[in-house]
């Protein structure tokens, strides 16, 4: 495992799946950890961690709500004096056929998915400049590069999250900050546990690996670009997919 120590990492959809897999994974490898979710969700994720021995702040944060967005970040510095790790791990779904897609729900996946990660970028970059260190890690999806049907809205802002941190990247490299994107295949969260056994395997079997994935897999891929190991890695997408896109 990756040394962490000494790093704060700000996660973004803290309080389950993915988001709580790198939040914990990040603090078991050493690091400070601000959970953030909306309302108190992210209480139970740093209450974990520090009856673990670590170190854990949560924050309640509405991503879409630039207020809050501040408010978070402000809170963050005050606690731990930096941030290190910016992970843009919150999004949301709102499936439908294009010509069936009301704006209302364009509207709201865009905002959450792609919107509110430049609004936390821009907020958590500032500290990030004036050390002169940090990571920013977008967690996009493999939906963003292959597209699927019913998900124009979800895959647009999951494209959109690799574009932006391609450009990023090139604009705080010389600042000693990273910009890269974890994108994952199909994982073992909550909203595959509603999938009938029938429809496990046959999406297993898509995969070459043979299994779906689990969040620890995605939270050791972020975890390792937040490392000093990763310090000449930037601009770059790394697939956690099981070999569904090469």
């Not at 004096?81 to 897609?101: C, K, T």
């Not at 890269?180 to 056994?197: Q, Y």
Request: hydrophobic letters at 50%.
């Amino acid at each position: 495992m990756v040394n962490l120590r000494g790093r704060v990492a700000f996660v973004t959809g803290a309080s389950r799946g993915i988001g709580k897999a790198i939040a914990l994974q990040f603090a078991e490898a050493g690091g400070a950890v601000v959970a953030c979710a909306r309302e108190e969700h992210a209480l139970t994720v740093a209450e974990e961690i520090t009856a673990s021995g670590g170190t854990a702040e949560a924050v309640t944060l509405e991503v879409t709500d630039a207020a809050s967005v501040r408010k978070a970040v402000q809170t963050a510095v005050a606690r731990f004096e930096r941030v290190d790790v910016l992970v843009n791990n919150a999004g949301v779904v709102r499936d439908q056929l294009l010509m069936r897609m009301k704006l209302e729900e364009w509207d709201s996946v865009i905002s959450t998915n792609l919107t509110a990660a430049f609004r936390c970028t821009q907020a958590v970059l500032r500290p990030m400049l004036k050390q002169r260190w940090g990571r920013v890690i977008n967690i996009s999806s493999l939906v963003g590069q292959s597209g699927n049907p019913g998900q124009v809205n979800y895959a647009a802002s999951k494209a959109g999250l690799i574009g932006f941190t391609k450009a990023l990247a090139r604009e705080v490299a010389s600042r000693g900050i990273t910009v890269n994107v974890v994108a994952p295949g199909f994982i073992e969260t909550d909203m595959t546990e509603r999938l009938s056994a029938d429809a496990h395997e046959t999406l297993a079997a898509q995969i070459p690996i043979g299994r779906l994935g689990v969040p620890a897999d995605v939270a050791a891929a972020v975890c390792f670009l937040a490392s000093d190991e990763a310090s000449y890695i930037t601009g770059q997408v790394v697939g956690v997919n099981g070999g569904m896109y090469m």
